[in-house]
């Protein structure tokens, strides 16, 4: 269903190194390598992106960072498929992958990684993806990303590397090229769509409200937020939900629940819930004005990072295995679905 595809911009040696490290790893890259060879000791992480379910297809990305005696050395970008219940690894990463998103629109995912961006889009004679670079500006680094609704806007956060301040940067699948706005974004916060022409940017001790018009984007209003606030996850009914320092999730000015520990990975919202894992022994829903369901239990840890193909579904990984989160008849289940080491 993929083809691997090398991008890199950099020396040939480095691609010789990451396919060399490929080989080691006993993974396939559109060919069938050999799985006789030895396996070093190495351990992994796994992570999740907020965007990265497709549900035409039904396919959900991960990247995979692999250590070797404590050592990083390498990230990988997979895909689990629910259909056959297989993952398969796509190709190393050189930077890794910071954020991937897919578009609902059309088969396309973008990948940030480093000062890169890249898109991959289907075949035409083929399920094989192929991976170009986008167009973007020089000196600037790439991390979250977000497509709105329809999947014809992607949002990103820009970081330049000479000022050292973030923007807003806007892709449109049309014009298929990466416009770095004026508009400022705190460091590593995702930009938040409310709908298909507008999304909530937060800035300092407020968030502001940006459409996006014909001719430029605009903001359009501010909401004061606390400010510390470290974390913003979006707006519902005109409330902001926060992380704030002291480890407290607020939805307006009410306290939703507090965290065992500081974990940006411990939420995350769908169209219709506020999912969030405050301890190694708890998963708890809330509704949009902050009505709790009865409490899951999880077997450890849970790191969210993706929505599933409706509101009612999220995923998130407990060690290397995968697990799906969804609410039936008003309860909170929880469902593994598969063990990514396995593959």
Same mark, same amino acid.
């Given at each position: 269903?993929?083809? !691997? ?32 060879? @030895? ?41 689990? #498929?629910?259909? &056959? ?10 930077? /890794? ?17 480093? &000062?890169?961006?890249?898109?991959? @889009? ?14 973007? *500006? +020089? ?9 709105? *609704? ?51 940017? *937060?800035?300092?001790? &407020?968030?502001? @409200?940006?459409? +996006?018009? &014909? ?6 209003? !501010?909401?004061? +937020? ?20 002291? !480890? ?43 009505? @709790?369901?009865? !409490? ?11 929505? /599933? ?6 995923? /998130?990984? +407990? ?15 929880? #469902? ?8």
């Amino acid at each position: 269903m993929y083809k !691997r595809v090398f991008r890199s911009q950099k020396h040939i040696y480095n691609r010789i190194r990451a396919f060399f490290l490929a080989i080691c790893l006993c993974v396939l890259f559109g060919t069938v390598m050999s799985t006789s060879c @030895e396996k070093p000791t190495k351990s992994y992480t796994y992570r999740l992106a907020r965007g990265g379910y497709y549900r035409n297809l039904g396919v959900l990305l991960f990247a995979v960072d692999t250590y070797i005696d404590g050592e990083f050395k390498c990230a990988l970008l997979a895909a689990y #498929e629910e259909e &056959s219940g297989t993952a398969k690894y796509l190709y190393p990463m050189d930077p /890794g992958p910071f954020d991937f998103a897919w578009s609902q629109k059309e088969d396309i995912f973008i990948v940030t990684h480093g &000062s890169q961006m890249s898109v991959f @889009e289907k075949s035409n004679s083929s399920d094989d993806f192929t991976g170009t670079s986008v167009q973007c *500006p +020089i000196n600037f680094l790439y991390t979250f990303c977000a497509w709105n *609704p329809n999947g014809d806007w992607l949002a990103v956060n820009c970081y330049n590397l000479e000022s050292t301040d973030c923007h807003l940067g806007l892709y449109n699948i049309q014009g298929k090229q990466l416009v770095v706005t004026n508009i400022a974004i705190e460091f590593a916060q995702a930009p938040v769509w409310q709908d298909n022409n507008s999304l909530f940017i *937060p800035q300092n001790d &407020s968030v502001v @409200e940006v459409r +996006i018009d &014909s001719v430029k984007p605009q903001v359009v209003r !501010r909401i004061s +937020i606390d400010k510390d606030a470290p974390q913003f996850y979006g707006v519902f009914n005109e409330q902001p939900l926060i992380h704030q320092k002291d !480890r407290k999730i607020k939805l307006g000015s009410k306290t939703l629940v507090e965290l065992d520990r500081h974990r940006k990975d411990a939420l995350i919202t769908t169209d219709k819930w506020i999912f969030v894992a405050p301890s190694s022994k708890n998963i708890v829903v809330f509704d949009h004005n902050g009505l @709790e369901l009865p !409490r899951a239990k999880p077997t450890g840890w849970i790191k969210f990072g993706s929505i /599933g193909a409706n509101p009612n579904r999220v995923y /998130g990984i +407990i060690g290397s295995t995968l697990v799906s989160v969804f609410i039936e008849n008003r309860n909170v289940n929880i #469902e593994e679905v598969a063990d990514l080491a396995s593959f």
